[in-house]
């Protein structure tokens, strides 16, 4: 088993009110084959048995799903693996003596709770917003009297693979939602499902993400490479699409 | 009249103001080049095209002003944007990396923005607003490129705008909904073929201009 020494340089910040700072802590005999958060363990247990507060980072499925882990590692969100989640990112792509600057995701939006925690319910508001279609209880209908090209299917589910990570906004320059925005808009809204409420839910979505503090879209591109799940910018001009037809042509204010 | 404030005063309806009087500026562009090229024939030709557009009178005042319109939006909204971008991320990273997707252009819009400002305000003043005398403008301009000061002043100011239309000419299309599987690619390429055929163009005069003279 090879094991590489490597030392972090991590943010510690201990209430949202705490401007906090860097801490530099050695992690040794990493395994390889550890995951990014199984290190951030390894560190945590020594912290713990020298009596020190260990490192507060969020995860939960730890197998690329769910869309609760993420830190910007030197820079980048999820770290320098292209489509990877942090939970997923393993440590054989770091070399041994490595250092690594370990910083939250940073946005007015995102606020630190502790040290990598972030609270990212505004992308939970976003939704909240519009991020729904309405479906009538009752008798299923028959699965198939409502035609849907596969090529359609597989764009909408292209963009319904975003897990909500708010990777997107990490590595925006401008701290904008726009990938995140432009994914729920397209996954919803290229299904004939969604399409009763496309008009006012793009409407909503992109005025809630305005309302919570996200920047505007300048197109750098940042999020598309960085996106664990790597969401394409056409979701973007989707949206752009979409909301402009509805703020023009839908009777929706 | 809320639907106008929830529609253009949101992230996207403000990137639609600085899309289309973008386009238009690169439309203008095109058509001062194209005009410029005359440059090229000397003294007569070049100073018979500016008495003919002079001669367009009224029809010339409202396209200045138009112009003059779209650049107070293009540069208001832009430095709002800037502003508000700012905003949205008080606390800064303190490890920067690129994961590749930004451009020299992307990069620098609000830098490149401002410095094509300050030289557009300096040309006006150089060649706009000025006293043309008898000589006519083609002796103002060949004047102004016999010195080397001026001629490289040109070729840095169109270099910057170079840098700025590779990434506001693909933007504009993004932002309008344009991104097309097919053509994406022949987009980006093209804003970059665009830009430097653009720069290089205008770039070219004042050297040629100045050799001439
Ligand atoms: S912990 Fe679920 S995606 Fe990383």
Redo the contacts with the bound molecule.
């Keep these: 088993m090879a094991t590489i020494d490597l030392t972090l340089k991590i943010w510690r910040q201990n209430s949202p009110r705490d401007k906090g700072r860097f801490e530099t802590l050695a992690a040794r005999g990493i395994s390889t084959d550890m995951s990014f958060l199984e290190m951030l363990d390894v560190v945590n247990e020594q912290l713990t048995l020298d009596g020190r507060e260990p490192i507060c980072f969020d995860?939960?499925?730890?197998?690329?799903?769910?869309?609760?882990?993420g830190a910007v590692i030197n820079g980048r969100p999820h770290g320098p693996q292209r489509g990877t989640?942090?939970?997923?990112l393993h440590m054989r792509h770091f070399a041994d003596g490595d250092t690594l600057a370990i910083e939250p995701f940073r946005a007015r939006a995102f606020k630190v709770v502790k040290d990598l925690v972030v609270d990212r319910s505004a992308l939970d508001k976003v939704m909240v917003a519009g991020g729904y279609i309405a479906a009538n209880t009752g008798s299923a209908p028959e699965a198939n009297a409502t035609p849907i090209a596969a090529a359609t299917a597989e764009l909408a589910m292209d963009a319904a693979a975003c897990?909500g990570?708010g990777a997107c906004v990490a590595a925006c320059p401008n701290a904008s939602a726009m990938l995140f925005v432009g994914a729920k808009v397209s996954h919803l809204g290229l299904l004939p499902q969604g399409r009763p409420e496309a008009a006012r839910r793009v409407l909503a979505m992109v005025r809630e993400a305005d309302r919570q503090g996200f920047g505007n879209c300048t197109n750098v591109t940042e999020c598309e490479v960085e996106c664990p799940k790597e969401i394409s910018i056409a979701n973007i001009a989707r949206m752009n699409r979409e909301f402009l037809k509805a703020a023009i042509a839908s009777r929706e204010r | 009249m809320s639907w106008l404030v929830g529609t253009f005063g949101t992230a996207i309806g403000k990137k639609l103001f600085m899309s289309v009087t973008g386009l238009c500026f690169c439309l203008f562009l095109v058509g001062h080049l194209a005009g410029n090229t005359l440059l090229l024939s000397g003294a007569d030709a070049f100073n018979a095209y500016a008495a003919k557009l002079q001669s367009l009178g009224a029809l010339l005042r409202i396209m200045e002003a138009g112009l003059i319109f779209f650049a107070v939006v293009h540069v208001g909204t832009g430095l709002y944007l800037f502003y508000q971008n700012l905003q949205a991320r008080p606390v800064r990273y303190r490890v920067n990396a690129s994961g590749g997707g930004q451009t020299l252009g992307s990069a620098t819009m609000p830098y490149t923005g401002v410095l094509i400002l300050a030289f557009l305000l300096f040309h006006l003043v150089q060649f706009t607003f000025v006293d043309k005398g008898d000589a006519g403008v083609y002796a103002l301009v060949a004047a102004a490129f016999a010195q080397p000061f001026y001629v490289g002043l040109y070729i840095l100011a169109m270099a910057v705008v170079g840098v700025h239309v590779s990434h506001g000419f693909w933007s504009a299309f993004q932002t309008l909904g344009m991104n097309h599987d097919k053509y994406f690619g022949l987009l980006r390429m093209g804003s970059v073929v665009f830009a430097v055929v653009l720069a290089a163009g205008f770039a070219f005069l004042p050297v040629f201009v100045g050799w001439v003279a």
């Design positions: 995860h939960d499925c730890r197998e690329g799903i769910c869309g609760m882990c989640t942090l939970c997923q897990i990570c």
